[in-house]
């Protein structure tokens, strides 16, 4: 039987409405955001904790991370109006890590599947490993992890780096986006150009595009990175 993989229903980000807004992302009044079939939760100062369906029940820690486990029935919201930087859903969540065999052994005792692929190095850097762990409606979180356990090691542009202490527990850091179209003019057109990093080649493959927000600019607690459809 085809397991059945745990859906990110809700997130809860330390991120103020209006910063999102400028990132050119719709949001209520109430400070939620919906991207795809995942309901994000905005308000500055809280600790970032997420919800599966599909996942058993109750309230659990993955590896530091709160983490709520929902056995409801989910609700059909729709999203109001299209998000001017042309967000679809989620591609991946990026979460740092000290361990990564720590974080990985961890979410497999919450429920989440073992990793369908890991990465040790990786292509683009010496210094860091990664792990992909698939949940359903197609989002991957994506934990990165420096190779020699609690190193602090730098990562793309425009990202912080990679650096907690040995004991620290693993962090939401941030969220690569989906977007409709082939190309990023509509992220290019309500982001300013301060406030976003150079376009490149995505190594997603499939001739996608990059751009990574500067969240500082931005007044950002999470990192953003926004994918262009695939051309090929």
Not at 35 to 43: A, K, W
Not at 75 to 82: F, G, L, P, T, Y
Not at 176 to 183: E, G, K
Request: proline content about 7%; some cysteine.
């Amino acid at each position: 039987m085809r397991r059945i993989l745990p859906t990110l229903s809700r997130l809860r980000l330390p991120d103020a409405a209006s910063a999102w807004r400028a990132a050119g992302f719709c949001v209520s009044h109430d400070g939620v955001c919906r991207i795809g079939s995942t309901n994000i939760m905005l308000e500055e100062k809280i600790q970032p904790s997420w919800t599966f369906r599909d996942l058993g029940h109750g309230r659990v820690s993955m590896d530091g991370v709160s983490t709520l486990r929902d056995a409801s029935t989910p609700a059909q919201i729709a999203q109001d109006e299209a998000h001017p930087n042309d967000a679809d859903s989620l591609h991946a969540i990026t979460l740092y890590s000290p361990s990564l065999s720590r974080t990985v052994v961890e979410f497999e005792r919450a429920g989440l599947p073992s990793p369908k692929r890991v990465m040790d190095p990786t292509p683009w850097s010496t210094e860091i490993s990664m792990a992909f762990v698939q949940c359903g409606d197609g989002l991957t979180i994506e934990v990165v992890a420096p190779r020699e356990p609690g190193r602090a090691v730098p990562l793309l542009p425009g990202m912080r780096p990679l650096d907690l202490a040995m004991n620290a527990p693993a962090q939401i850091a941030g969220l690569i986006v989906n977007t409709r179209a082939t190309n990023l003019d509509a992220l290019q057109a309500c982001v300013s150009e301060e406030a976003r990093g150079k376009e490149g080649k995505a190594s997603q493959g499939g001739g996608r595009r990059r751009v990574v927000l500067r969240h500082e600019a931005l007044g950002l607690a999470t990192q953003l990175l926004f994918l262009s459809a695939p051309r090929e």
